[in-house]
Structures are given as C-alpha cells and as structure tokens.
C-alpha cells in the first residue's frame, strides 16, 4: 500500500514509524546547546532587534498594546485609500502549510493576479510552506515569476537531501535543509529586504508563524521590524525564520536562534509552524475590529488559502503499524487544520470580516510519487493558476457549515481547472 500524497503527511508518518520502532529520542546525542530557562521565556529577546515578535497566545491586553501601536500607521493607510477615491478596505491574505500542496497556493495567486483581480493585501501571514509564499504575496504582483519559480522549477534535491542514519542515531533529523537554506538565500537578498521594509513603513505587515519547542507556543515574526531593523543580523534572521517555519520537526532539523536574557545568551529551537497552527489570521484574543481606525465604512475582507484537501479522502489502510501510524497522523492534521479554520472563522463572525476560503478541490486525485516531485507540482500549480484566473469562487464558510446552502456553490470541479503540466 503506498502512502497518500503531501511530504508532510509521509514526513510525519516515516518519524511516527521510527519512534514506534523503539528510537529513544532523549538518549539520543545532539549539540549542546543554552536552553532558555522557563522563568527567562517571556524576557528573551533578540540583540538589536526588539517588537519583531509576539507569542501567537498573547494575552489580550499585550495584543491591545500592539493594535494601539500601529494604529496611526493604518489611519494612513486607510487615508490613503479614500484618496484614490476608494472605499476604506483591510484585505487579509493567511496562507496554510502543505510542503508540495503549496503549489497550489502559488497558482491560485498569480492566476488571481494576472485576472487582474487579486488586492493589495494589508496583512499577509504565512506557516510553513505558506511563509515560502507569503512575503512574495507581501510584495505584490511584480514578485509573481519568482513565486511561480519556487514552485514549478526545483526538484526534490533542491529542497533536501536524505539523512536518515544520521538522523537515527543521535542527529536532529531524517533530512538536511541545507538546500532549501540555499534556495531561500537566493532569492531573499538586501534588496528584497529594503522592499519589505519599505512596505511596513507605509503599514502594511507581514507576519510568519513558528513554533518554539522548548516552550511549546507559537510565536508570530514581524518580518517587516526585522527588514527596517539596522542590525546586521537582519538579513541572516529574516532567512531562519523562513527556513524554520517549513522545518517538519524530526524530519527537518529546528533552527536555532540566539536571544539574549538576564544578562545571557541562550538558543531557542524554532520549528514548522504547522505544529501549534496551520493558518492563522491573528491571535484569538485579537480582535481586529477593536483598532479604532476612525473608518465606519471601512470593510474587511480575509482570504484563507489551505494548501491542501478540506474533505475526507478515502482509502484503504492495511492492519500494520506503519499504515495505521500514518493514516492516524495525516487525519489528526487534516481535523487540526480545520479547527484553524473554525477559529478564523469565528472571528471573522465576531468582527464582521468577509470570510473567503480556498482549498484543493477534492476531485484532484493526481498522487505525488516522492516529496516535492517536479510534475505533481506543476500540475497542481496549474490547477490554482486556472482557478485564480477564471475567477475562483471563495468557500464562504468551513466545511460542515452549510455554505453551498447559505452562500451558493462553494467551489468548482477541478476537473474543469486541471491542465498538463507540460502546456
């Protein structure tokens, strides 16, 4: 029986097997490093570099502070919208994880942006394969053919190479990262910096998602205070933030980012975001409406894109270890990612947001034969340019919510969007 599609689902299955196979993880020899201490967690904070970041569970009152700081900034960002005789709009992009299904993410962007259709979005979050896209989307619509790039040119071998003995006994991971350290080198330079920074300072913000291991939280990176920021260590941790976020913990190795803390340097291990949140729009506690941005009219408008299927896909399991492992895995993430999207969901409900959904159509069966495989890739890439380009018709609702009932058709056949990935 071969597994279903999506590196990330075989990922987590290969590592579930591994473990159930009697690998003692906390024997296991790893470099040393300086853990933060629990009682020093909420202190720790980057050399050079402060509010780049907050915890994806802040409390409301800290999340408050952060809205009243960036208020005036957004009043001129509304004000500059009803100077070009448009109505007050926030548009929110928040783009899931999905490892190779993220092509389908980047097809429907650039589609939606060659309709000529796609806004200029205010607020732009991204998680694991969802924070290789998201700063592209941050940038506009002139960064479509790099986006297009990272998901129809590289292969496998440009992503990672396989480590698995290492990983078995004592290293950090099944796989090296190197590759995809180089990959988002090539195209996150200075110049790409001082564009991200230009962009926040006009008010716009891009957040990434990552997970802290040691602490067990999700923590959200403004990547546009790390752009504006004078450090020298910028650009280097714009790129590990990136690189963490789509670090598969066990698979890929965390990354590790040095904070100081009472006067100390430590190491936290951050990894994929995916594993406290695949998509998110803001913390739960807040809430967006509660800016005070002196624009009654203004609308919002979130777009979720979840590089992956939302419906249940079919398949018989063999009774072993391994298929069941696997498939018990890959339910628990498919049911974690639609918890996200309830939760964005009810905010959107709360805070009177438009709520657009897009995912894979479930009738997409093409399998992927080995991770990040080059054809499956641009074959999925092509079922979200279509759709994009055609005018994609937004799920107003999570699934069980009676959307086609309450809003109309949620989606279209991908039978009608797929095309060979060699026209």
């Known amino acids: 029986m071969r597994p279903e599609h999506g590196s990330t689902t075989r990922a987590r299955s290969i590592l579930a097997a591994v473990l159930l196979a009697g690998l003692d993880a906390g024997c296991a020899a790893t470099l040393p490093r300086d853990i933060v201490p629990e009682t020093l967690v909420d202190e720790a904070q980057l050399t050079g570099m ?38 007050p709009v926030i548009n929110i992009a928040a783009i899931s994880g999905g490892a190779d299904d993220g092509a389908f993410g980047a097809g429907l962007l ?27 989307v941050f940038l506009g619509r002139e960064k479509d053919p790099e986006l297009g790039e990272i998901f129809t040119k590289y292969t496998q071998q440009d992503i990672f190479t396989q480590n698995v003995v290492s990983g078995l006994f004592g290293g950090s991971a099944l796989a090296d990262s190197s590759p995809l350290a180089r990959l988002i080198a090539r195209y996150v330079d200075r110049q790409f910096l001082r564009e991200v920074a230009r962009e926040r300072m006009n008010g716009r913000i891009l957040l ?77 506690a807040l809430s967006l409406s509660g800016a005070d941005l002196s624009a009654k009219a203004m609308t919002r408008r979130v777009f979720i894109i979840r590089n992956g299927k939302i ?75 279509r759709a994009g380009r055609g005018g994609y018709t937004w799920m107003k609702t999570p699934p069980g919510l009676e959307a086609e009932a309450r809003h109309g058709t949620p989606n279209r056949k991908a039978s009608d969007l797929a095309v060979s990935a060699n026209n």
């Not at 915890?55 to 100077?83: F, I, N, T, Y």
């Not at 709520?355 to 890439?381: C, G, V, W």
């Open 110 to 136: 650039v589609g939606w942006s060659d309709a000529g259709a796609r806004p200029d979005f205010d607020l732009v979050t991204g998680v694991s394969a969802g924070a290789l896209i998201a700063p592209f």
């Open 208 to 284: 990434i998602g990552t997970t802290n291991l040691d602490a067990q939280r999700p923590v959200l990176w403004d990547m546009g205070r790390i752009a504006m920021s004078d450090s020298p260590e910028a650009l280097s941790l714009f790129r590990k933030v990136l690189l963490a976020s789509a670090s598969i913990p066990g698979v890929f190795p965390p990354v590790r980012i040095q904070v100081r803390a009472d006067g100390r340097t430590y190491d936290e291990l951050h990894a994929d975001g995916g594993v406290t949140q695949q998509v998110f729009v803001a913390p739960p």
């Open 311 to 385: 419906s249940p896909e079919w398949q018989p399991i063999e009774a072993n270890t391994l298929s069941i492992t696997g498939r018990s895995i890959s339910t628990l993430i498919k049911n974690e990612g639609l918890g996200d999207l309830y939760r964005i969901y009810a905010t959107a409900e709360r805070d009177h947001m438009d709520f657009n959904l897009a995912a894979i159509p479930a009738d997409f069966k093409m399998k992927s034969p080995e991770p990040f495989d080059q054809k499956y890739m641009r074959t999925l890439y092509q079922v979200g340019y």
């Open 50 to 87: 402060t509010g780049i970041r907050i915890w994806g569970d802040a409390s409301e009152e800290s999340l408050r502070k952060l809205v009243r700081a960036e208020a005036p900034k957004m009043r001129a960002l509304m004000a500059s919208h009803q100077h070009q005789g448009q109505v």
